[in-house]
Structure formats: structure tokens, C-alpha cells
């Protein structure tokens, strides 16, 4: 299977090569030639399958030129008990009117960028063997908080590679802090860079497309790349859960092979909803995806209207990891739904570029529409729905999983649809726990928390135990306390690399 770049403006590659290189030179993404379609066959053996084996079968399909035993040992290696607090990985919970949660955050950083973060490494480490690579591997990352800790996780200690994070020094949660100056591991480094997350963000591009600088890793054999989600490698992972859960529905009697399923999913970047348009692509029966934003709702208007217009004002919400505007993945999404015309895809990312918004036509929109079903959920909702779920159902949702569940209400209210529902829950309650605590617990049992004791108040009230992943995280020695300027950000990478 080979790999196109969605401007059609490099050749096709291999999956190895897709993803050694994360984006396509001419600023594309790569997307497979064709999607597999799973036979019944397939279906009947998942069934039967435990999670791992799952993954196997599933990347094997889009890996063609790796061997059967590279695959298991990269999911083994990404998907084991070491790393993942629930032997099924992304197990699936019911919420009685045939509502499943699936919860994808039960690996190292308790939110679901582990399912990516954890086989991302190991993917890359093999396809920069495969494809003759002989250079060190240098990760650059610029966090707004979830990404950074998950890709400290999953490249800590990988050989051959060596990880840099920048986290904005007054841009993250307490928790999600601790959790990156705490990392250990013989390859890994963070720094705090005074500014905001664009100041960190625009600091690692200009690292990447300084061409001195790229000359003098290379002399030093090193070489860099990104771990963020343009990358196919990061995106497979995702599709495998999709599929996995509806095996588990199915293998459980809770479906019958074949019943079409809403997939809710509370999106940022695009990138997990892509992941389940794709495994609908591959033959799940979906009726609808449901695409939920916050107040950051730039992609509801898209999928609503065909218009996408990024010249608006970026709000800060509890639900942090989709305070997104620029989302990169959807130009994968144009390139599937125009039967992959790069020619148009590339006119719409200039349009986007040199005007800030553009339109697409006709026949994409009226396919938006028919796959798609987008609506936004307000802070307050967010607050309401986490305590309207906890009260009626005894279940505790963090404030991201909280905006699907808001907008599935809206959905269903809208549509009046019963057709059985999974919803992506994206993160442990635990590591939004101040937003989550606020929602359920009365205002005096917080005042004067630090955001640590407040995990504790909130453990106590709701009988749930904090995740080991963040239980005493503030006692854990500091091993990163280097703090950059914007300016600075390169000498840093220099310094840490020792060139
Ligand atoms: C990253 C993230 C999201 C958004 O996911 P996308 O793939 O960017 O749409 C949602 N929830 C949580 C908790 C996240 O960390």
C-alpha cells in the first residue's frame, strides 16, 4: 500500500516512509491509496480477539511491509499491563439507553493520547530501520499540556531517539506540569518557555525549518522530527479502538453484527474523529459522527456550513485539550471526500492561507452533512452535564468527555434518533480535577485546595481512586527545571543535544 501526499505535489511512499516523515515535503499529509475493508471474516476472528491482537491484525493491513512479528512487538511493547491500568485497554462502559463509553484513557498520562503516544515510538524506530535511516532521531514537541507528557511516556528510554518538550511556563495545569518536570527517563528533556503556547509552538517551527541548524544535528547524526498529530503513525492507532469497541459490543450481545452505531466524539485537532470516519470507512456500520466542540466552535460552522473561517477569537475553556483553531487533520477529511483531489484540497489550503477562510463545494458539503453532525457545548453545560451524569448515572466524566455528552443530548433532542450510541471518552476525571470537583461537590469543601488536595476531596466524595499516574504526583523529586526565552529556544535544544 502507498502513501500520497494530499496536495499531490511529492510522490507516493511507502507506510515506512509516511511515517519516518511526518508531513509530506509539499506541506501535505500522507493518506493511504485505498482503505482496507474489513470481511466478515475479520469481524468474526475480532470477536474473539483480545485487544493486541486487534491492533496486530489492524495495522498489518496498513503496514504491508512490516513483518507480522514487528507489528505485535510495537503494539506489545505500546499495550501491556506496565502501561495501562485495565487489562482490555480501551474498555467500554453502558450508560443504560444503549450509550457506551468508551474510555480511552486508561495508559500512563490518563488521557487517550497514550493510545497513540504509546505505538507512535515504536512505529517510528521500525520504519527508520526499515527505510535505512542511520541518523539519531531528535522529537521536538510544543505542549499545551496533554501531548507533551504522553510523548515523554511513549519515547522515554526508545533507542535511537532522543525527545525535546516545550511547555508554556504559565500555559499548563499544575497537574499536567508536574507530570513533565517529574518525567524520568535517559533520552528525555523539557523546558519551560515564558510566553504562551504560540510563543512555544512558532519557537519549535522556526527550530525546524532553520536550514543551519538542520545541517549541524546532521553533521552531529541527528535528525529531526515531530510527534504531533499529522502523522499517520499517530492516527492508526486511533482506528484500531473504534473497531475494537464495536467487537466487544458485538461479542458481548449488546449489538448484533451489523447494527449501525452514532459515534460522539469531543474533538480538538480532528484527529480522533478522523480515526472513526476512517474505521467507518473500513466497514463499521456508522450512522452518524457526531462532532462536539467547545466554545472554540470553528469546526461546527465548517461541517454545518462548508465554510471554514479561522479569523476569530481564541477562548480559554475547562476543556483545555480542545482549545483548538487550526485544525490540521481536516485536510485529510477533504482529501477522502473529494475522491482525493489534491488539485482542489491544495486551492482550499491556499484560500486558507492567504485569506484565512474558504468554502468548499457543493458535493463535499452535502457529504459533510451526510456523514457528519456537529454542535458546541458552553462551560456552563460542560459543568451541568458532568453533574446532571454523576447525579443520574453514578458515573464521573471529565469536562472534554462532558461536551459530548452535551452535544449528544442535543443531537438526540434534534433528531430524535435512538440508533445506539458510543461516546470517545477522552480523558480520567482526575486529570481535570479541579473543573470536575467544582461541578459536583459544594463550594466550601474546595475553598482553600490546592489543586493536589482537591483530587484527594474529590477521591473521598465519589468512592473513585485517584490513578497511580497522578496520585502524589507534588512528592515527586523535580528532574527538569531549565526555563527558556522564546528567543532561547534553540540554544536549548543545542545545549541539551550538546552540539
Ligand atoms: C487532545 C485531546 C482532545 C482533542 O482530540 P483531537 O484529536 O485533537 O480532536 C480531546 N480531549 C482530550 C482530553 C485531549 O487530550
Not at 239 to 255: E, H, N, P
Request: with cysteine; aromatic share 10%.
Amino acid at each position: 500500500m502507498r502513501y500520497s501526499s494530499s496536495r499531490g505535489q511529492y510522490p507516493p511512499v511507502s507506510a515506512a516512509e509516511a511515517i519516518k516523515m511526518g508531513l509530506a515535503p509539499d506541506g501535505g499529509l500522507f493518506v493511504p491509496d485505498q482503505i482496507p475493508v474489513l470481511s466478515s471474516a475479520d469481524w468474526e476472528l475480532m470477536t474473539s480477539q483480545n485487544y493486541q491482537e486487534r491492533a496486530g491484525h489492524i495495522l498489518g493491513l496498513f503496514l504491508e511491509e512490516f513483518t507480522a512479528d514487528e507489528i505485535r512487538d510495537c503494539v506489545e511493547g505500546a499495550y501491556n499491563s506496565t502501561n495501562f491500568d485495565d487489562s482490555r485497554i480501551a474498555p467500554t462502559a453502558e450508560l443504560g439507553r444503549q450509550v457506551f463509553v468508551l474510555e480511552l484513557w486508561h495508559g500512563p498520562t490518563c488521557a487517550f493520547k497514550d493510545m497513540a503516544l504509546q505505538l507512535l515510538p515504536r512505529l517510528l524506530v521500525a520504519s527508520a530501520r526499515k527505510t535505512g535511516e542511520q541518523s539519531e532521531i531528535v522529537i521536538l514537541v510544543a505542549t499545551s499540556g496533554d501531548t507533551g507528557k504522553a510523548a515523554l511516556e511513549g519515547f522515554k528510554d526508545v533507542p535511537g531517539v532522543k525527545i525535546i518538550v516545550f511547555y508554556p511556563q504559565d500555559g499548563v495545569s499544575e497537574v499536567q506540569k508536574r507530570q513533565m518536570i517529574s518525567q524520568f527517563g535517559n533520552n528525555v528533556y523539557v523546558a519551560a518557555v515564558s510566553g504562551n503556547f504560540d510563543d512555544a509552538q512558532n519557537g519549535v517551527k522556526q527550530i525546524f525549518s532553520d536550514r543551519s541548524f538542520i545541517d549541524s544535528l546532521a553533521q552531529h547524526g541527528m535528525k529531526m522530527s515531530s510527534a504531533n498529530s499529522i502523522n499517520w503513525g499517530r492516527l492508526l492507532p486511533q482506528i484500531v479502538y473504534y473497531l475494537s469497541a464495536y467487537a466487544d459490543l458485538v461479542g458481548a450481545k449488546r449489538l448484533i453484527a451489523g447494527d449501525k452505531v452514532n459515534v460522539v466524539v469531543p474533538t480538538g485537532n480532528f484527529g480522533n474523529i478522523l480515526a472513526a470516519f476512517y474505521a467507518g470507512q473500513m466497514g463499521m456500520p456508522i450512522n452518524r459522527l457526531i462532532f462536539a466542540s467547545n466554545a472554540n466552535n470553528v469546526l461546527t460552522e465548517f461541517i454545518r456550513t462548508g465554510r471554514y473561517d479561522r479569523k476569530r477569537s481564541f477562548v480559554k475553556t475547562i476543556s483545555p485539550s480542545m482549545d483548538i483553531l487550526i485544525s490540521s487533520n481536516l485536510e485529510r477529511l477533504l482529501f477522502e471526500l473529494t475522491g482525493h483531489d489534491a488539485l482542489k484540497v491544495r486551492a482550499w489550503m491556499e484560500e486558507l492561507r492567504d485569506s484565512g477562510c474558504y468554502q468548499v463545494d457543493m458535493e463535499t458539503a452535502r457529504k459533510l452533512d451526510q456523514y457528519f453532525w456537529a454542535d458546541f457545548a458552553s462551560d456552563d453545560e460542560t459543568h451541568m452535564t458532568i453533574r446532571k451524569i454523576w447525579q443520574e448515572e453514578g458515573y464521573l466524566l471529565d469536562t472534554h468527555t462532558a461536551v459530548g455528552f452535551d452535544v449528544y443530548d442535543k443531537y438526540v433532542l434534534a433528531t430524535g434518533d435512538q440508533t445506539p450510541t458510543i461516546i470517545a471518552s477522552t480523558a480520567s476525571p482526575y486529570k481535570f480535577g479541579r473543573s470536575v470537583a467544582e461541578a459536583i461537590l459544594p463550594m466550601e469543601l474546595l475553598e482553600g485546595q490546592d489543586e493536589f488536595s482537591v483530587l484527594e476531596v474529590l477521591a473521598e466524595f465519589t468512592n473513585i481512586p485517584v490513578p497511580a499516574a497522578i496520585k502524589g504526583l507534588d512528592q515527586r523529586p523535580i528532574l527538569h527545571a531549565t526555563v527558556t526565552s522564546k528567543e532561547g529556544m534553540q540554544a536549548t535544544v543545542a545545549k541539551f543535544l550538546e552540539l
